[in-house]
């Protein structure tokens, strides 16, 4: 037993606190951000400013939530060595990944009769932010998950997922306002995951390099083309489709 629990202390490598770390930091400021319109509303009550959420809301909250918890906990059993459970556990991901597709592409296009952007920005155009993060996510994670074999390539990818839903989390908080919190704040795990390619294998590893342009544009390309007649008309199109 002792010789067992030797060897799964050991497995918590450089790597493993890097990728639990930033796990565990995307959650905080998951709850940092929505804390005000959410997590403590039966506690401290609904802002002013907050619309009142709709079921759908709710369950968008829910079960995103739910994900973030489950994100955290695969990173940290793998980082503890427990890839017996992380291997049960990651039998949940899949119908959860499908879930926040369909519930998170819902709620953005509800979104736009409830106007829940901000008032600088009319509503059409606003929706291009979830209705490009949701694909950026859900890309990225079933890449990951087909790749759970090739564990170097896997975890990057999961990591890379989540970049485009931050914005929503960072967008939130007073200190990140415009366009720092939708794009630039979450773009920095993307540097960041570079940065630890570079001081580990010496080289940006292919998952990084073509997962983080994709997750940097599905954060950018909403932004070039959300006041384009072309988007406006899809967005028309997709809203009418579950008024």
């Excluded at 804390?35 to 909250?61: E, I, K, Q």
């Amino acid at each position: 037993m002792a010789t067992i629990a030797l060897a799964r202390r050991r497995r918590w490598a450089p790597e493993h606190i890097f990728y639990t770390g930033i796990a565990a930091s995307m959650l905080v400021a998951v709850f940092i951000g929505f804390a005000p319109s959410w997590f403590l509303v039966p506690f401290n009550g609904r802002p002013a400013h907050v619309l009142p959420p709709t079921p759908l809301v709710h369950l968008h909250g829910a079960v995103f939530s739910a994900w973030m918890l489950l994100f955290v906990a695969q990173t940290a059993l793998a980082g503890a060595g427990r890839t017996d459970i992380h291997r049960r556990l990651g039998m949940l991901g899949l119908p959860l990944v499908i879930a926040m597709i369909v519930i998170g592409t819902l709620t953005g296009l509800h979104g736009v009769a409830r106007a829940s952007g901000p008032p600088i920005v009319p509503p059409l155009s606003w929706a291009a932010i979830p209705l490009f993060a949701v694909p950026g996510f859900g890309g990225l994670i079933l890449a990951a998950l087909w790749k759970r074999r090739a564990p170097q390539t896997h975890k990057r990818l999961m990591v890379l997922a989540m970049v485009p839903m931050m914005g929503a989390a960072f967008g939130r908080m007073p200190w990140f306002a415009g366009l720092s919190g939708i794009v630039l704040v979450p773009a920095l795990y993307i540097v960041l995951v570079a940065l630890w390619d570079m001081a580990t294998i010496r080289r940006i590893h292919r998952a990084t390099l073509w997962g983080g342009l994709y997750a940097l544009a599905a954060m950018v390309l909403p932004i070039l083309v959300w006041q384009t007649e072309a988007w406006l008309g899809f967005a028309r199109w997709a809203t009418a489709l579950v008024a």
